[in-house]
């Protein structure tokens, strides 16, 4: 019987040879790979139940000496005799009128409904929740994109570096306080890939003050690098839409809940020559920016060098690229700092969260020991910026409660009272009702834009707005006008028309308050 002969003894199955590929393993030039939302981490047991209260302290604890005094600027006071027109009655861009969105008289009036109007601790209240908000929003977008660690990092940071500025800036409960938490929620919404919520949280930074919109950009960025270049078919325009709807539903409702012509003006249209101007803005407006920019530095010592590594980590590091947003997110917040080149002190807290988000990238690879070194610098000058609100002189909040008391000595709890100034709170601290519409001189000379030069005057004031106040004073005329502009460049002899309600209807009293002119009904 034939034998077969034995198989061969199984080998390995031939390879089967790839075609070689030049620069494999590289991304290729010029098709950049689209950056899908990250996916969410779940929190450790405990995690926000510890780190939570903490931001809650810091925001107290910051925001201390705020309730040292009922206002810390004119802003403040403008806000409060607003909410208190509105409270009883009264309708915005009509019956009181600023060069503001509506969101946050809005609030001011809420507070006064519920809590009362006879002091400020409620709003001040609501701004220590904004505050907290602002550090427990950037603490989950840092969390979200860099771990645990850097959560707790940039949710101290923030509170650590927000009364960085001159305290009048810091501890006045107005409007950058409450933009911050729709800036961080924006952005966090956004790196999510939640367009139609990120477009609502811009409306409401919109809606708080113009300049709460820019972070727009960054939303957009965070939308264009999600879908990439070349996206899925319809992917971008959806994403597009849902932000644009977004956003507009909430400023419609707003436009429709009060005038939409008043709307449109006094938030948009009405306020070009005070927000695009140059003129007038001199040599004290660079000060200003030169002395702001340089306390928000001392407050930030600490930061810059981590600032700087995050900045060359952008451009040298590929793994920089996520860093990309933060910094679209700066120049932003920075352009708007520079809208109107007036430079005030708070419009630079719309730097600080994006300053804090890009300082935490740079100090997450540190050890815990040097990263606990680091942040001590912070800390410490928090420490004294909150030491200088609990000192600092209030000579012009002092000056105004001297001005009130001498309203109240000459005035009747009915009468009216006109205060040609740029201290509202004055009408609050008297407790009498303003004459007109503009609680300050400045939407009537254009002197509200820190000008001291040739773009103040009658003819500087918003449109139309002369022959409104000329028809106040006509129909109700004031008791008393309190000249409080003290040698100012919208001074009475400087406005012909107040010149002359004041030679025909009015007297002086003798009695003077540290510059200020009283003048009664003759």
Same mark, same amino acid.
């Given at each position: 019987?034939?034998?077969?002969?034995?198989?061969?003894?199984?080998?390995?199955?031939?390879?089967?040879?790839?075609?070689?590929?030049?620069?494999?393993?590289?991304?290729?030039?010029?098709? !950049?790979?689209?950056?899908?939302?990250?996916?969410?981490?779940?929190?450790?047991?405990?995690?926000?139940?510890?780190?939570?209260?903490?931001?809650?302290?810091?925001?107290?604890?910051?925001?201390?000496?705020?309730?040292?005094? !009922?206002?810390?600027?004119?802003?403040?006071?403008?806000?409060?005799?607003?909410?208190? #027109?509105?409270?009883?009655?009264?309708?915005?861009?009509?019956?009181?009128?600023?060069?503001?969105?509506?969101?946050?008289?809005?609030?001011?009036?809420?507070?006064?409904?519920?809590?009362?109007?006879?002091?400020?601790?409620?709003?001040?209240?609501?701004? #220590?929740?904004?505050?907290?908000?602002?550090?427990?929003?950037?603490?989950?977008?840092?969390?979200?994109?860099?771990?645990?660690?850097?959560?707790?990092?940039?949710?101290?940071?923030?509170?650590?570096?927000?009364?960085?500025?001159?305290?009048?800036?810091?501890?006045?409960?107005?409007?950058?306080?409450?933009?911050?938490?729709?800036?961080?929620?924006?952005?966090?919404?956004?790196?999510?890939?939640?367009?139609?919520?990120?477009?609502?949280?811009?409306?409401?930074?919109?809606?708080?003050?113009?300049?709460?919109?820019?972070?727009?950009?960054?939303?957009?960025?965070?939308?264009?690098?999600?879908?990439?270049?070349?996206?899925?078919?319809?992917?971008?325009?959806?994403?597009?839409?849902?932000?644009?709807?977004?956003?507009?539903?909430?400023?419609?409702?707003?436009?429709?809940?009060?005038?939409?012509?008043?709307?449109?003006?006094?938030?948009?249209?009405?306020?070009?020559?005070?927000?695009?101007?140059?003129?007038?803005?001199?040599?004290?407006?660079?000060?200003?920016?030169?002395?702001?920019?340089?306390?928000?530095?001392?407050?930030?010592?600490?930061?810059?060098?981590?600032? $700087?590594?995050?900045?060359?980590?952008?451009?040298?590091?590929?793994?920089?690229?996520?860093?990309?947003?933060?910094?679209?997110?700066?120049?932003?917040?920075?352009?708007?700092?520079?809208?109107?080149?007036?430079?005030?002190?708070?419009?630079?807290?719309?730097?600080?969260?994006? #300053?804090?988000?890009?300082?935490?990238?740079?100090?997450?690879?540190?050890?815990?020991?040097?990263?606990?070194?680091?942040?001590?610098?912070?800390?410490?000058?928090?420490?004294?910026?909150? #030491?200088?609100?609990?000192?600092?002189? $209030?000579?012009?909040?002092?000056?105004?409660?001297?001005?009130?008391?001498?309203?109240?000595?000459?005035?009747?709890?009915?009468?009216?009272?006109?205060?040609?100034?740029?201290?509202?709170?004055?009408?609050?601290?008297?407790? $009498?009702?303003?004459?007109?519409?503009?609680?300050?001189?400045?939407?009537?000379?254009?002197?509200?834009?820190?000008?001291?030069?040739?773009?103040?005057?009658?003819?500087?004031?918003?449109?139309?707005?002369? $022959?409104?106040?000329?028809?106040?004073?006509?129909?109700?005329?004031?008791?008393?006008?309190?000249?409080?502009?003290?040698?100012?460049?919208?001074?009475?002899?400087?406005?012909?028309?107040?010149?002359?309600?004041?030679?025909?209807?009015?007297?002086?009293?003798?009695?003077?308050?540290?510059?200020?002119?009283?003048?009664?009904?003759?």
């Amino acid at each position: 019987m034939p034998v077969e002969p034995p198989s061969a003894a199984p080998g390995p199955a031939p390879t089967r040879r790839e075609p070689s590929r030049p620069h494999a393993g590289r991304p290729r030039r010029g098709r !950049p790979r689209p950056t899908r939302p990250r996916p969410t981490r779940p929190a450790p047991p405990g995690y926000w139940r510890r780190l939570l209260p903490l931001l809650a302290a810091l925001a107290l604890v910051t925001r201390l000496p705020s309730f040292l005094h !009922p206002f810390w600027s004119p802003d403040e006071g403008y806000l409060a005799v607003q909410a208190r #027109i509105l409270a009883d009655g009264g309708e915005l861009y009509e019956t009181v009128v600023d060069r503001k969105p509506p969101l946050l008289p809005w609030l001011y009036e809420a507070t006064y409904t519920v809590f009362g109007d006879g002091s400020q601790h409620a709003v001040k209240l609501l701004a #220590i929740a904004a505050q907290f908000t602002t550090a427990a929003l950037l603490a989950a977008l840092a969390r979200r994109r860099w771990g645990d660690r850097s959560g707790v990092t940039a949710g101290v940071l923030f509170p650590l570096i927000s009364c960085g500025l001159i305290p009048q800036d810091t501890q006045a409960t107005t409007f950058e306080v409450f933009i911050l938490p729709f800036t961080a929620a924006a952005v966090l919404c956004a790196d999510r890939g939640r367009w139609c919520a990120a477009g609502a949280a811009v409306a409401g930074a919109f809606l708080t003050k113009q300049t709460g919109g820019v972070v727009l950009v960054p939303v957009l960025w965070l939308l264009w690098r999600a879908h990439g270049p070349a996206p899925r078919p319809g992917t971008l325009p959806t994403a597009l839409l849902r932000t644009a709807v977004g956003f507009a539903a909430p400023v419609l409702a707003a436009a429709l809940l009060t005038d939409p012509e008043g709307f449109v003006f006094w938030t948009v249209t009405g306020s070009g020559s005070y927000a695009f101007s140059l003129d007038g803005s001199g040599l004290h407006v660079l000060i200003r920016a030169f002395v702001n920019s340089a306390v928000l530095c001392l407050a930030c010592a600490g930061l810059l060098p981590p600032l $700087r590594r995050a900045a060359l980590r952008t451009t040298r590091h590929p793994a920089g690229r996520d860093l990309t947003d933060l910094w679209v997110w700066f120049a932003a917040s920075a352009a708007a700092v520079a809208v109107g080149f007036h430079f005030f002190g708070h419009y630079f807290q719309q730097l600080l969260p994006p #300053i804090a988000l890009l300082a935490t990238a740079a100090l997450r690879s540190l050890p815990h020991e040097r990263l606990r070194s680091v942040l001590s610098a912070p800390a410490c000058v928090c420490g004294l910026f909150v #030491i200088w609100s609990v000192f600092a002189p $209030r000579s012009e909040l002092d000056h105004a409660a001297r001005v009130a008391t001498a309203v109240r000595e000459h005035t009747a709890p009915t009468d009216r009272v006109l205060v040609w100034g740029i201290h509202p709170e004055t009408y609050r601290l008297a407790d $009498r009702a303003p004459a007109s519409r503009y609680l300050t001189a400045g939407l009537l000379t254009n002197f509200s834009g820190g000008r001291a030069g040739p773009q103040v005057g009658e003819e500087y004031a918003v449109p139309g707005a002369w $022959r409104v106040f000329a028809a106040e004073m006509r129909a109700r005329p004031p008791t008393l006008i309190v000249d409080d502009s003290r040698g100012k460049p919208y001074a009475p002899e400087h406005v012909p028309t107040l010149r002359r309600l004041l030679a025909d209807r009015y007297e002086p009293l003798p009695a003077t308050v540290e510059g200020t002119v009283f003048y009664v009904r003759s």
